[in-house]
């Protein structure tokens, strides 16, 4: 018999955050509001992709936030010939036993980074979208379950064009948050390289110190709480006529997916959490807009001529939604 873990209480579920926290901050030089975004996603279910330049620490933030949440990390290194078999893994025919044997792909790991996941073909990168939605694989009509923790964060790096295909638009709705990872201030810059100058290649999170401060049991509780904040009908109203907004804008070809308002309302109750409140306020919604729409809006013709952004539309649509007091 399953004995259901019982939710951590939000003092339990703060000190959590902030041991995370201090783990990734002993490899990570600064990443702050990255590593808060993570623990939003983490909690809420959800997955993050992260695109940033190269040298901006994408990799090893997410190799030290497995780390700290002792997390089974696997790491898929994308490539424009990589297959869906080597994402999945294969039934492989056993001449000693007869049999076909399952040979499981890095996909069965529970923290799973995709590497550059725009260097690779739609057709494989489709190999992750029932693994991100319902988290099992399907393999020859057989179902795999996959952990309760599966979590993907993927990279990707904005600036180049060559050999590089875009995620389709069904792959990056399955993306909770899409984060921006910018270079460094010039006093952290000054940090990385008193500590990391020294030339003797890329360290591993555990050789700086990170250890593992949550299990299998502390995260279940933990989500269990996020999953009981509570969700005033205005808040949930407020949720809806945002995401509603961004197909009705001008400005936007494509708005939000009904997906869209689901995972927004599941990162404000996160958020809510990790602030120490048992409900959700207007404000945690307004936090998570930007990351959680970004990447699921298309410019109409017209604001790409005017060079709008992404970002600054959403901040109109936030401030044209009425938010309950």
């Known amino acids: 018999m399953t004995v259901e873990t019982p939710p951590a209480t939000l003092a339990e579920l703060h000190a959590l955050a902030d041991a995370i926290r201090a783990e990734v901050g002993k490899a990570v030089v600064g990443q702050n509001a990255i590593v808060d975004h993570l623990l939003v996603a983490l909690l809420a279910g959800g997955h993050v992709l992260l695109e940033g330049p190269p040298g901006t620490a994408k990799t090893f933030l ?15 290194q994308f490539t424009p010939d990589l297959m869906p078999g080597d994402v999945l893994g294969a039934n492989l025919f056993n001449f000693q036993t007869s049999q ?13 980074l995709a590497d550059e996941i725009n260097r690779t073909p739609p057709k494989t990168q489709a190999a992750l979208l029932e693994a991100m939605q319902e988290r099992r694989v399907t393999l020859d009509g057989a179902v795999h379950p996959l952990s309760e923790r599966f979590m993907v964060v993927a990279t990707q790096n904005p ?8 995620l389709p638009e069904a792959q990056l709705d399955r993306f909770l948050f899409k984060l921006l990872v ?24 555990t050789d700086l110190g990170v250890r593992a401060v949550a299990d299998a049991a502390m995260l279940a509780a933990a989500q269990r709480a996020v999953a009981g904040v509570t969700m005033a009908d205005a808040v949930v109203d407020y949720v809806v006529r945002l995401v509603r907004a961004t197909r009705e804008s001008a400005d936007l070809v494509v708005g939000a997916s009904p ?35 970004r990447h699921r809006l298309m410019l109409s013709p017209a604001a790409e001529i005017e060079g709008r952004q992404i970002e600054t539309i959403v901040g109109t649509l936030i401030e044209a939604t009425d938010a309950p007091r």
Not at 62 to 76: K, V, Y
Not at 273 to 288: E, F, N, T
Request: a negative charge; hydrophobic letters at 40%; proline letters at 7%.
């Open 159 to 166: 600036i180049e064009s060559q050999g590089v295909y875009p």
């Open 182 to 205: 910018d270079y460094p201030s010039a006093e952290e810059e000054a940090r990385i390289v008193v500590r990391y100058g020294e030339g003797r290649g890329a360290p591993r999170p």
């Open 62 to 76: 997410a190799q030290s936030f497995a780390t700290s949440l002792g997390l089974d990390f696997g790491r898929i």
């Open 100 to 112: 076909f044997t399952l040979t499981r792909g890095p996909i069965f790991h529970e923290l799973l």
């Open 259 to 293: 997906r869209a308002a689901m995972l927004l309302a599941g990162a404000a109750r996160a958020r809510a959490a990790l602030d120490g409140r048992d409900y959700v306020i207007p404000d945690d919604v307004k936090a998570m807009a930007t990351p959680t729409l």
